[in-house]
């Protein structure tokens, strides 16, 4: 697929994914979608899962997923390292956004030298 026909993939709760479904981001074929809805009874497994497809495909371009969802696979996250799909925590209605979680501000911080003596 070339560059400009590149999805947007979404793991997050209910309220996010249906946010950017409604905006025209989803994407559905007969095997796969570009989302995961997160419930209460979602398992790790299957948000880990779901990262591990959506990163491997090549008409992903950035995976959006809710920074609470992002702490359960963080894991998987600290061990990413490929540019593209690049993945980006975002905040939920519920949950607000935690920037000293978040692995990218994290590199960003490490590569700036912040925080040390």
Known sequence: MD???KLIAI???EDTVTGFLLAGVGHRTVNTTN???VKNDTTVSQIEDAFNRLTARDDIAIVLINQH????I???LGSYSKTIPTV???PSKDVPYD???DYIMQRINMMLGAGQS
Do not use: K, M
């Not at 969802?69 to 359960?72: I, M, Q, R």
């Open 11 to 13: 793991i997050g709760d």
């Open 69 to 72: 969802v992002a702490n359960e």
């Open 74 to 76: 963080r894991h998987l």
């Open 3 to 5: 560059e400009s026909g």
């Open 35 to 37: 989302f995961l809805v």
């Open 99 to 101: 920037p000293e979680q």
């Open 88 to 90: 980006l925590e975002i």
